[in-house]
Every structure is written in C-alpha cells, then in structure tokens.
C-alpha cells in the first residue's frame, strides 16, 4: 500500500535489481526511472564503496543524500573491489529500505555470487535484507 505523508508519497521499502548481461541496457533502464522520478541519484557501487567513512569532512552529506533520496539507482553492483566497500553498499541498502525509499539496483553478477560477496559477508545483515527480498 501507498502512504501519504506531508508533501510526498511513501511506499513500503522496495530493491529493484536489474541484473543481465553486460550491454543488455540495465544502466540505461535505471536512468530512465531517475529523469522520470521527482527526487532521485544515480551513483555507481563503486562511488559508494570509495567513499571515506569519516564524519569530519563532507563526505557524510554525500552518503546522507543517498540514504534520503527518494529513488536511488545503484549502477553497477560489484564494482566497488573490496569487502569494505561491499559492506558500505549493504549498509546503504539497509538505510534506505528501513526508511521506506526505492532503490533500484544494476549488476553483471550471477545470484550466487552476489550472495557470497555481499550476503555471506555478514550473517546479521544477510538475514535482515533477505527477509526484505521475501516480503517484496
């Protein structure tokens, strides 16, 4: 269902994960839904796994405006080269679906590699984002 807040529209939190061969227009897909979106990004995996994890400098609004955003495009899954990064991404996704925001998701990557590098990583945030995939 649909919820109406002051201003803006919630829906429940929703991942979207477009995954294909390289070239099949999963990126371009993605950036369809961010010109049409009223308030949304579009960053690469690989952006958000770089990103420094210290508050005392602006990388903190960075990270903010992806965790608040209301539609997020996430290019790329799999790019960010480190458990570190993957880590990063995971926690951004748990963030944006605990606050009720749409995040769509492109990645090359085969099922069971994406469980073994983001979900067998961390067994606590495994369960909380797979019980979020069963309810969509």
Not at 29 to 39: H, M, S
Not at 48 to 67: A, I, K
Not at 71 to 99: G, I, P, S
Request: charged content about 25%; proline content about 4%; aromatic content about 8%.
């Amino acid at each position: 269902g649909v919820e109406v807040c002051p201003g803006r529209w919630r829906y429940p939190g929703t991942l979207v994960v477009l995954a294909g061969a390289v070239g099949s227009g999963k990126s371009t897909a993605a950036g369809v839904f961010v010109v049409r979106a009223r308030a949304a990004l579009q960053v690469t995996a690989a952006e958000v796994g770089h990103l420094p994890d210290s508050d005392w400098s602006d990388h903190h609004v960075l990270r903010r405006r992806w965790e608040e955003v209301e539609f997020l495009a996430l290019d790329d899954l799999d790019t960010e080269c480190a458990a570190r990064a993957a880590r990063r991404v995971l926690t951004l996704l748990h963030a944006r679906y605990n606050a009720r925001l749409v995040t769509v998701i492109s990645t090359n990557i085969p099922y069971e590699q994406f469980v073994a590098t983001y979900l067998d990583t961390d067994p606590v945030m495994r369960d909380r984002l797979l019980s979020r995939l069963d309810q969509i």
